[in-house]
Each structure stands twice: as structure tokens, then as C-alpha cells.
């Protein structure tokens, strides 16, 4: 059996890297702050971020195949060539709904990077399958090298973007991510060899590369168009972005983030209950921002207030909610008794604690919230919160 030999178009070599970092900036793009949004703009752009990042991992393998020059034509098939866009869509797909819908976790951003690094590979191999004319050959230890390298590298990726919703993760997210899609498709040639075939039974028409390439530049024309808008977005916060300087859109906070000017203020003066000798009228209700619209949860379903910047969010048994108020104005408008302050950051509600845990010189409060599964007491508080709790 003869093997044919092939080289690249270093044209299209590049082009194709450039395809990966346009779909992996745009889709990363599109899914920053979700958390501040409703749940139909939450799924309307998971599933554009999906189209995006998807379609990009598929533009990124045809602009490369469209580069490989072989001494024989070769085709692809139609349908089996569709079936990879779905699959690489679909794929990315589950893993952002993994990552803004449960909460975020090391094991978490794991199992979407592994979904992810899997769905390229799937997308890669389905991909070859639809060559006509001629067929890929693989060996074992090309596919496993592939897997490996596919599933670490974007769990990397991920990893990077996710690690912190700043403009910089999305940058250095983009990078990792393009770079993934670019080298797991040529070390999976790497292992690759190909023959010559008769014609076989398609499953679908046949697609040659000059039909091939016009598909593959009107989906690039659309990211490149999706690119630069969410570019000039990404370069000039909208209102809404102002309004949340702090935004960082995560599930979780460790225990040891850095102090904000409020609640530095705040905790530089600790009180045994809450409010100080000049309180502004207390209330029962506290006040969220949702679409625009100012809406209120009662005091007592309210399980936790956490400082971000100089507003906050509070967290319910149904997610995480961004309120105007700074940490120091909650303190104050809240009535006695009803929240206690565990850390310079944090308001909790006793009712709300599933359980206590004491370490060496401080604690954490353990809730049973997805949005917020633990808070840190400060050794400051340590002995009024254990008093609180009756601990």
C-alpha cells in the first residue's frame, strides 16, 4: 500500500491559526458577566458563544485541510462534513452551560475542558471520514497522543479564561485556546497517513475545494465580523460595565481576597451588632438590579452579602444578585440582629448556615448554595460569629 505524501500552504497554515484565535476571542467575549444578566440573555449568549467557538474549530481544520496538497484530487462528502460543524457546536455548547449554569469549580472547569478537548478531536476524525478519493490511516499512538494533548490543552485553556473574568484571562484564554485547536489538528496528522481510493458510496453530494473554500470563508467573514464587534465592546465598557466595575462573574471567591476601600473603611471599626450610633433609617427589604429594573428580596430570604468594589451582591437559594448598596450601607440600613458581619467582605445570615467549621485561627460558614457554598470569618470575628451561631 503506497502513502501519499503531502505538504502545507504556509499561507493557510497561518490563516488557520488566525480563524482559531478570532472564534476563541469572540466566543470567550460573549459569555463575560453573564452572571449580571437574565436567563434568556444567559442562553442566548451561551448558544452565540457555542456558534462561535464551534465554528471556529471547524473553520480552523478546513482552512488547514484546504492547505494540504496531495498528487491525487480528493473531495469531500457533504453530510459527513456538515455532521463535524454540528458535533464541534454542540460540543462547546455543553461545556458553557457546564460552566455558567453549576457552579464553577476546579472539577468543573476539568470536565469542560475535557468535553472540549474530546468534541475537537471528534469533530477532527468525523472530518476525515468525509474525504473522497482518498482515506486517513491512524495509528494508535498518533490518536492517543491527539486525545492527551487535545483534553490538556484546553482544560488549560479554560483554566485561563476562567480563572478570573478579566480582560487579560479572555486575552490570555484566546491565546490558549487557539493555539489548542491549531496544534491538536496538525499533531493528529502528525500520526496520520493517506492513501488513494476508488470513489465510494457517499452518504451525501460531493463538496470540491473550491465550494469547500467559499463555505469556509463566509463562516470566517462571520466571525471576523462577530470579532470585531464584540472587539469594540470588549475595548469600551458599555453602561452597564461601568455601572459593575468589580463584575468578575464567578461561582466562587476565596477566602483570601483583598480588601476593597469600603470594606477596609468598614472593618477598620468592628461591632459586636450591626449599624453605628448614626444610622440611616433601617429596612426590611433589600434592593437588586435585574434588566434594568429594581426589584427586592425580604431580608430574611437573603443568605449572604458579599463586597464588590463599592456595591455588592447577595446571594438566595436561587442565585447570586447585584445590589447598588456598598458593604457599609448595608451594615447600616439593615436592621440589628438580622445579618452579621464574619470578614471585611461579607454580611451573613445565621438562619441560613448549614454548618460551622473551625480551623487554626479563623472559620468558615458552609451554605447550601450553588452560588455560594462557603464564607470565611476573619479572626477578628471568629469568637462573635461562633457566639451568633451558638457554637
Same mark, same amino acid.
Given at each position: 500500500?503506497?502513502?501519499?505524501?503531502?505538504?502545507?500552504?504556509?499561507?493557510?497554515?497561518?490563516?488557520?491559526?488566525?480563524?482559531?484565535?478570532?472564534?476563541?476571542?469572540?466566543?470567550?467575549?460573549?459569555?463575560?458577566?453573564?452572571?449580571?444578566?437574565?436567563?434568556?440573555?444567559?442562553?442566548?449568549?451561551?448558544?452565540?458563544?457555542?456558534?462561535?467557538?464551534?465554528?471556529?474549530?471547524?473553520?480552523?481544520?478546513?482552512?488547514?485541510?484546504?492547505?494540504?496538497?496531495?498528487?491525487?484530487?480528493?473531495?469531500?462528502?457533504?453530510?459527513?462534513?456538515?455532521?463535524?460543524?454540528?458535533? #464541534?457546536?454542540?460540543?462547546? *455548547?455543553? /461545556?458553557? =452551560?457546564? !460552566?455558567?449554569?453549576?457552579?464553577? +469549580? @476546579?472539577?468543573?472547569?476539568? $470536565?469542560?475542558?475535557?468535553?472540549?478537548?474530546?468534541?475537537?478531536? #471528534?469533530?477532527?476524525?468525523? *472530518?476525515? /471520514?468525509? =474525504?473522497? !478519493?482518498?482515506?486517513?490511516?491512524? +495509528? @494508535?499512538?498518533?490518536?492517543? $497522543?491527539?486525545?492527551?494533548?487535545?483534553?490538556?490543552?484546553?482544560? #488549560?485553556?479554560?483554566?485561563?479564561?476562567?480563572?478570573?473574568?478579566?480582560?487579560?484571562?479572555?486575552?490570555?484564554?484566546?491565546?490558549?485556546?487557539?493555539?489548542?485547536?491549531?496544534?491538536?489538528?496538525?499533531?493528529?496528522?502528525?500520526?496520520?497517513?493517506?492513501?488513494?481510493?476508488?470513489?465510494?458510496?457517499?452518504?451525501?453530494?460531493?463538496?470540491?475545494?473550491?465550494?469547500?473554500?467559499?463555505?469556509?470563508?463566509?463562516?470566517?467573514?462571520?466571525?471576523?465580523?462577530?470579532?470585531?464587534?464584540?472587539?469594540?465592546?470588549?475595548?469600551?465598557?458599555?453602561?452597564?460595565?461601568?455601572?459593575?466595575?468589580?463584575?468578575?462573574?464567578?461561582?466562587?471567591?476565596?477566602?483570601?481576597?483583598?480588601?476593597?476601600?469600603?470594606?477596609?473603611?468598614?472593618?477598620?471599626?468592628?461591632?459586636?451588632?450591626?449599624?453605628?450610633?448614626?444610622?440611616?433609617?433601617?429596612?426590611?427589604?433589600?434592593?437588586?438590579?435585574?434588566?434594568?429594573?429594581?426589584?427586592?428580596?425580604?431580608?430574611?430570604?437573603?443568605?449572604?452579602?458579599?463586597?464588590?468594589?463599592?456595591?455588592?451582591?447577595?446571594?438566595?437559594?436561587?442565585?447570586?444578585?447585584?445590589?447598588?448598596?456598598?458593604?457599609?450601607?448595608?451594615?447600616?440600613?439593615?436592621?440589628?440582629?438580622?445579618?452579621?458581619?464574619?470578614?471585611?467582605?461579607?454580611?451573613?445570615?445565621?438562619?441560613?448556615?448549614?454548618?460551622?467549621?473551625?480551623?487554626?485561627?479563623?472559620?468558615?460558614?458552609?451554605?447550601?448554595?450553588?452560588?455560594?457554598?462557603?464564607?470565611?470569618?476573619?479572626?477578628?470575628?471568629?469568637?462573635?460569629?461562633?457566639?451568633?451561631?451558638?457554637?
Amino acid at each position: 500500500m503506497a502513502y501519499l505524501d503531502y505538504t502545507h500552504n504556509p499561507g493557510l497554515v497561518v490563516a488557520s491559526l488566525l480563524v482559531a484565535l478570532i472564534a476563541g476571542f469572540t466566543g470567550l467575549s460573549l459569555t463575560k458577566g453573564l452572571s449580571e444578566r437574565g436567563l434568556l440573555q444567559r442562553k442566548l449568549s451561551i448558544a452565540m458563544a457555542s456558534i462561535a467557538l464551534g465554528g471556529g474549530i471547524w473553520s480552523m481544520h478546513f482552512v488547514a485541510m484546504l492547505g494540504m496538497q496531495m498528487p491525487t484530487l480528493f473531495y469531500y462528502d457533504a453530510a459527513v462534513t456538515l455532521a463535524s460543524a454540528l458535533v #464541534a457546536i454542540l460540543v462547546v *455548547g455543553i /461545556a458553557l =452551560l457546564i !460552566l455558567h449554569f453549576r457552579p464553577r +469549580t @476546579p472539577q468543573m472547569l476539568v $470536565l469542560a475542558g475535557t468535553i472540549v478537548g474530546l468534541g475537537v478531536l #471528534a469533530m477532527h476524525y468525523i *472530518g476525515m /471520514a468525509g =474525504l473522497e !478519493l482518498c482515506r486517513a490511516l491512524y +495509528t @494508535p499512538s498518533g490518536v492517543a $497522543l491527539a486525545v492527551v494533548s487535545s483534553v490538556a490543552f484546553n482544560i #488549560a485553556a479554560f483554566a485561563c479564561a476562567y480563572g478570573q473574568r478579566s480582560h487579560r484571562n479572555i486575552l490570555l484564554g484566546t491565546v490558549c485556546f487557539g493555539v489548542a485547536v491549531f496544534a491538536v489538528h496538525f499533531i493528529a496528522l502528525w500520526g496520520t497517513s493517506f492513501v488513494a481510493v476508488e470513489a465510494s458510496t457517499e452518504v451525501g453530494p460531493l463538496i470540491g475545494n473550491e465550494v469547500l473554500a467559499i463555505g469556509v470563508v463566509l463562516t470566517s467573514f462571520a466571525l471576523c465580523g462577530a470579532f470585531l464587534l464584540t472587539g469594540v465592546t470588549f475595548l469600551t465598557p458599555s453602561p452597564a460595565a461601568k455601572a459593575h466595575p468589580s463584575e468578575r462573574d464567578e461561582a466562587q471567591e476565596p477566602s483570601g481576597d483583598k480588601p476593597t476601600a469600603e470594606s477596609t473603611k468598614a472593618d477598620a471599626q468592628p461591632s459586636p451588632a450591626l449599624g453605628t450610633d448614626t444610622q440611616p433609617v433601617t429596612t426590611t427589604q433589600i434592593p437588586y438590579e435585574q434588566e434594568g429594573r429594581s426589584f427586592f428580596f425580604d431580608a430574611s430570604a437573603v443568605a449572604a452579602i458579599r463586597a464588590e468594589g463599592h456595591y455588592t451582591h447577595i446571594y438566595t437559594k436561587t442565585g447570586k444578585f447585584f445590589c447598588a448598596w456598598s458593604i457599609t450601607e448595608a451594615e447600616k440600613r439593615l436592621s440589628p440582629g438580622v445579618f452579621t458581619k464574619t470578614h471585611r467582605s461579607y454580611l451573613i445570615n445565621p438562619a441560613h448556615v448549614a454548618s460551622f467549621e473551625r480551623l487554626k485561627d479563623n472559620g468558615v460558614c458552609h451554605f447550601d448554595l450553588a452560588a455560594l457554598p462557603k464564607v470565611p470569618v476573619s479572626r477578628a470575628r471568629l469568637k462573635q460569629v461562633r457566639a451568633v451561631l451558638g457554637v
